[in-house]
């Protein structure tokens, strides 16, 4: 079976892990803090907590808000049901945005139809890893004075354009910046996440919240000690990384660059592919600009209304294919919230489908779905 997505992992990880064994401090200490200094020089950023997933980062990204119950927050509806658990559990409540056809990312002109007086946040995904239009959404946020906390689980390593068409990488400009290194992620700790930030004072209330709101102990346990003296000043939560995760994810930020060309390199066959007139009226493909993608998954629309057949098709051909995602806003838990004119979301929900894409994806592999598809139109 070729598998939709799959991590690449080996013995340099394997290694590392055995140092983490070998120092025998398995939990939160020097690796992470190797891991959270690498991501900062990497990608550009002041701070860098890690956490032990994507979902945690974001939910302590969005804690530190003090969302009060009729805060709302605006997120698009086409995201992992992750992003608005964790805005439930900081006590927000989520206000569904549509996406734009083009790119699937958020819309901004339904987006400033959604801002109120109550809006307190604002949850972006950059979906695919192609980032959103950030200058148009940080200016909106300053004149409606609202946090953006970027849910950048598909865009670790992107890079935006700007209007001047210089490049920054997605973590180094924004408010609040989380990452997710789960299993299938371009990078992966096992399962990890991490916030960024340029704002000391934000960092040091994640540092804290991160592991039960103590003061004073993250210091030491980086240095793989722990200090019997704390005192707990908040609430807070045990969110933080091991060294177990924080040793596969410094070993796999070393193959980053190699992991993205060749993620890349397939999605270009794929569009080249699907550029054909066989496919013509029945496989549209989305925008993307290989520039600023560090691509996670490769998504088209199919047209014609026979998704779940050319999933089926497939699937007997041996490639498994998924659906990214099931608009959040038809999930029970998600019935009162604000959903109106998800006009984008509702159309293409049955039409999205994902196609296999990750590094260890043979040029034949990448063929032979190609194939299957032409073979099945
Ligand atoms: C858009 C989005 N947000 C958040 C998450 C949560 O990340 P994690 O699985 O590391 O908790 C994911 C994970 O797939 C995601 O795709």
Redesign the pocket.
């Known amino acids: 079976m070729i598998q939709v997505s799959k991590p690449f992992i080996g013995t340099s990880e394997l290694n590392e892990i055995e140092k983490v064994f070998h120092s025998g401090w398995l939990g939160m200490g020097a690796w992470v803090k190797t891991f959270e200094d690498k991501i900062c020089s990497y990608i550009g950023a002041i701070e860098c907590i890690a956490t032990n997933?994507?979902?945690?980062a974001?939910h302590l990204a969005l804690d530190i808000l003090d969302l009060k119950p009729d805060d709302e927050v605006i997120v698009p509806s086409l995201?992992?049901i992750?992003?608005i658990q964790a805005i439930i559990q900081a006590g927000g409540t989520p206000v569904f945005c549509d996406a734009e056809p083009t790119t699937l990312n958020i819309s901004i002109e339904d987006l400033k139809s959604k801002i109120t007086a109550k809006t307190k946040a604002l949850v972006p995904?950059h979906y695919r890893g192609l980032p959103c239009n950030m200058e148009e959404l940080l200016s909106l946020s300053n004149k409606y004075n609202f946090t953006v906390v970027e849910?950048a689980?598909?865009a670790f390593s992107s890079k935006y354009r700007s209007y001047d068409g210089s490049f920054a990488p997605i973590g180094s400009f924004g408010h609040l910046t989380c990452f997710?290194?789960?299993p299938i992620k371009v990078i992966t700790c096992g399962?990890?996440?991490a916030v960024c930030t340029n704002n000391s004072e934000w960092a040091e209330r994640i540092r804290k919240k991160r592991i039960l709101g103590i003061d004073k102990d993250t210091w030491s346990r980086y240095k793989n000690e722990r200090s019997w003296f704390y005192d707990v000043v908040e609430r807070g939560y045990r969110h933080h990384m091991s060294n177990v995760n924080a040793a596969i994810g410094c070993k796999q930020l070393e193959q980053i660059e190699t992991f993205i060309l060749r993620r890349n390199e397939i999605c270009k066959k794929y569009d080249q592919a699907f550029s054909s007139d066989i496919f013509k009226n029945k496989i549209m493909t989305l925008y993307s600009d290989y520039n600023q993608m560090a691509t996670f998954t490769y998504i088209v629309r199919v047209l014609n209304n026979n998704r779940f057949e050319l999933m089926n098709f497939l699937n007997s051909q041996g490639i498994s294919t998924g659906v990214h995602y099931i608009p959040c806003h038809t999930q029970t838990i998600c019935k009162n919230f604000r959903s109106e004119n998800l006009i984008t979301t509702n159309n293409i929900s049955d039409e999205i489908l994902t196609l296999p894409l990750h590094f260890g994806l043979s040029d034949q592999d990448v063929n032979f779905i190609i194939q299957s598809l032409k073979d099945y139109y």
Do not use: I, M, R
């Open positions: 997933t994507g979902t945690n974001l995201t992992f992750a992003t995904v849910d689980a598909h997710s290194f789960d399962e990890g996440g």
